[in-house]
């Protein structure tokens, strides 16, 4: 549950290019030109105009004495790119500082396989960068790429600078922003969970912070966003969780925050689970203000919502605190993101713990934190709950392996740096629902992040005519800040994540939660942060497992 916001600087992944070609150059000055592109890894979103996907940042040079401008810019894809998803392709100048105001250079209002833009812009003896922005169609296909093979320059003295592509860096996704920030009169959308239905309807589960980006206690209700198109469409959003003014207070102080949503696919039921309390104060985070005992006005509250016709209609809040928790503990909650349904029936919230054990811990205070899982074998109407998988470790996810153990997949708080790496995710399994945990040969040692909350999905894939326990990651793959969005595969249950079966979706540096599901069985679902808004995307299973055969 507690976020660690950082004042991070983005890692961007930046490709020099040379002066591959020169032709007509009328002057030269024996210089060695070399040209900075970067092709940002994100998708044009649907519905967002200027998406700034290319940059090109001139060498520092005296054009003064020359007086040179930029006649065209050409810009070529592959013949097998889906040019009918762009309305156009604009092109921007930035001269002076980083901070400088962009001039229109020109644009493709009808975006084909080959694309000229024609403009004039004079060169200045500073900082020189042009930017290119696709505009999405009004009717895009999630499922369709771009690929750019070509990018070239033409000067005013005749001069032709041709910039080639680098392969796998050159791929132009599409995507849609589920929740835009101050959508429904709300600040933020946070914590997403995604699931799928029997019938392949989605479902997406968010905090909806509506004054500001604070996690609890905070003015924050649980909402739903409801696709029966695959994620194409979504239904609009529905609150399905708010404790209203309970105790007469107000909104404020009943937050309920954090979701994590599971579907029993045997009985159809969907459930999410929720953190609440009552009456902390606004000013202080619920991490820190919740305490020992078991009612709302001291402790946080495990609360459970269920839907049983596909998502259309929600039950009132069932709290199941008094089952699960320990009176001693200061708090439990629950994942964030989804739980599972194992094959045998039993469902599976992740969930964390904070118990006061003593000792000084990470922030001062006194306690540890326990990933553990909730469970049910009786549909729901009873919970149990495991013990602690490993110290120091709050958000967690869980999968179910091929011999039928649970494998949980955990944000480290602890850092730990005896094994040689920081801020790894931790891995444990379980054999007897959470009673005894043994530590993972993969954890603290496979998967690099910068302290966050991560999502882990399996699904049978069948490659090469056999029928496989494939295990896909997602998080942001970067040591320093929560930027580099990117999907692992697995094809050995988490022991290994090959780098050739991992891709980066999402560069920029955003808040960094996110959650998978299978759309159907060739499509991998991902709804993760940026900044106070939640994006999807829809990537194919053979653009992560590249190479494979299915």
């Known amino acids: 549950m507690r976020l660690k916001i950082f004042l991070m600087f983005p890692l961007i992944a930046v490709i020099y290019f040379s002066c591959l070609h020169r032709s007509e150059s009328t002057k030269d000055n024996g210089e060695n030109h070399s040209y900075l592109v970067k092709i940002s890894q994100q998708p044009v979103l649907a519905g967002r105009v200027e998406n700034e996907l290319v940059t090109i940042t001139f060498p520092v040079a005296d054009y003064t004495d020359e007086n040179l401008s930029i006649k065209s810019i050409s810009l070529k894809f592959n013949k097998t790119s889906r040019m009918e998803n762009l309305e156009s392709i604009n092109a921007y100048f930035y001269s002076g500082s980083e ?3 962009k001039q229109f250079f020109g644009n493709s209002d009808k975006p084909s396989v080959n694309n000229k833009i024609d403009g004039a812009i004079t060169l200045s003896d500073s900082l020189n960068r042009i930017i290119i922005c696709f505009d999405p169609a009004e009717n ?11 990018l070239s320059i033409s000067l005013s003295d ?3 600078i041709d910039l080639k592509m680098p392969s796998g860096k050159n791929i132009v996704r599409f995507g849609q922003v589920l929740r835009a920030a101050g959508q429904d009169n709300c600040d933020t959308y946070r914590i997403p969970g995604l699931v799928t239905t029997n019938s392949g309807t989605l479902i997406a589960v968010y905090d909806n912070r509506y004054t500001r980006s604070k996690d609890l206690q905070e003015d924050i209700d649980i909402g739903m966003s409801r696709s029966t198109d695959g994620g194409n469409s979504w239904e609009p959003m ?28 045997k009985t159809n039921t969907i459930w999410v689970a929720a953190l609440w309390m009552s009456g902390a104060s606004r000013d202080l985070m619920l991490w820190n203000a919740s305490g020992p005992g078991m009612t709302p006005e ?15 209609t929600w039950s009132e809040p069932v709290n199941i605190t008094k089952q699960i928790k320990d009176p001693s503990w200061q708090l439990l909650l629950q994942g964030p993101g989804r739980g599972i349904t194992t094959k045998d029936g039993t469902l599976v919230f992740p969930a964390q713990f904070k118990a006061d054990i003593g000792e000084p811990a990470l922030d001062g ?17 009873t919970w149990n709950i495991g013990t602690g998988a490993v110290s120091n470790t709050t958000e967690a996810q869980v999968v179910e392996l091929s011999d039928g153990a649970l494998m949980l997949n955990m944000r ?8 040689g790496v920081t801020n790894g995710r931790a891995v444990a399994v379980t054999k007897d629902l959470g009673k005894t945990w043994v530590v993972h040969p993969s954890s603290n040692s496979a998967l690099p992040e910068p302290n966050c909350m991560a999502s882990i999905i399996s699904a049978d894939i069948f490659i090469e005519g056999i029928k496989k326990k494939v295990l896909f990651f997602s ?3 970067n040591k320093i800040s929560r930027s580099d969005m990117t999907i692992k595969a697995s094809l050995d249950e988490g022991s290994t994540w090959p780098e050739k079966y991992q891709l980066e979706i999402y560069e920029p540096e955003g808040y960094g939660y996110s959650c998978m599901t299978m759309v159907d069985e060739k499509t991998v679902g991902i709804l993760y942060e940026g900044s106070k808004e939640l994006f999807f995307q829809k990537i194919p299973v053979s653009d992560i497992l590249k190479g494979s055969k299915f």
């Open 140 to 150: 895009i296909d999630m499922m369709a790429r771009l690929i750019i093979e070509g």
């Open 475 to 477: 998080n942001p793959d």
């Open 99 to 101: 901070s400088a105001q």
């Open 298 to 312: 001291e402790t946080g509250q495990f609360l459970i919502v269920k839907s049983t016709d596909d998502g259309i």
């Open 238 to 265: 529905k609150v399905i969780m708010d404790m209203r003014e309970y105790g007469g207070r107000p909104e404020e102080l009943n937050g309920t925050g954090d979701p994590c949503v599971l579907y029993d696919h």
């Open 158 to 160: 005749r001069t032709k």
């Open 412 to 419: 480290d708080d602890l850092n730990r740096k005896e094994k």
């Open 365 to 381: 205070g006194q306690y540890s934190c326990h990933s553990t899982i909730v469970w049910s074998r009786d549909g729901g109407t």
